[in-house]
């Protein structure tokens, strides 16, 4: 063949081009295809890329030798000779960043909810104490019992009224 070449070269430029290109073609396209393996299904896979994680390192049958630098750079993230993509690391800070925000807006939120805890714990502090100093006033105390009637309120009642107030006093007043 090599002889056919150069009496194609010798005869015309144009003919030895349109012989040479696909012998070039063919050529690269053997070099690139340095990995074969199997899948699950047994086909065969002929590729210039590593094959899936997923493929077992038994049914991979060929490896490239070294490959060459254009195609560790054309091989997809993720694979072990890839360097990290420019694309990609935004990509990952831009996730990084958004999550983030969503961990600060998180403890935005669960610190306001504290603030609105702690401002409702201190009205009902005051309320406990203002209605402690009604009791201790030693003025009638009036409650309603079950049928709507007004009952004035005896020493056990009130004693009672006050220990719940101090309760509600010693849990909201801290």
Not at 69 to 83: C, I, M, R
Not at 128 to 142: F, I
Request: net charge positive.
């Amino acid at each position: 063949m090599h002889t056919f070449l150069q009496s194609a070269l010798s005869r015309a430029p144009l003919a030895a081009l349109a012989v040479a290109l696909p012998c070039l073609l063919l050529g690269q396209a053997a070099q690139a295809a340095q990995w074969k393996w199997r899948d699950a299904q047994g086909v065969m896979h002929y590729s210039d890329v590593p094959p899936p994680d997923n493929v077992p390192a038994r049914d991979i049958l060929q490896r490239p030798a070294q490959p060459s630098p254009a195609l560790v750079q054309a091989q997809p993230p993720g694979t072990a000779a890839s360097k990290p993509h420019p694309a990609a690391s935004e990509l990952e800070q831009k996730i990084a960043e958004k999550k983030k925000a969503e961990q600060e807006a998180q403890a935005q939120a669960k610190l306001q909810q504290q603030q609105a805890v702690a401002l409702q714990n201190q009205q009902n502090c005051l309320q406990a104490q203002q209605q402690l100093q009604v009791l201790d006033s030693g003025q009638r105390m009036v409650q309603i019992d079950a049928q709507g009637q007004r009952v004035i309120m005896d020493d056990a009642q009130r004693n009672a009224e006050r220990a719940r107030i101090a309760n509600l006093i010693s849990q909201y007043c801290r």
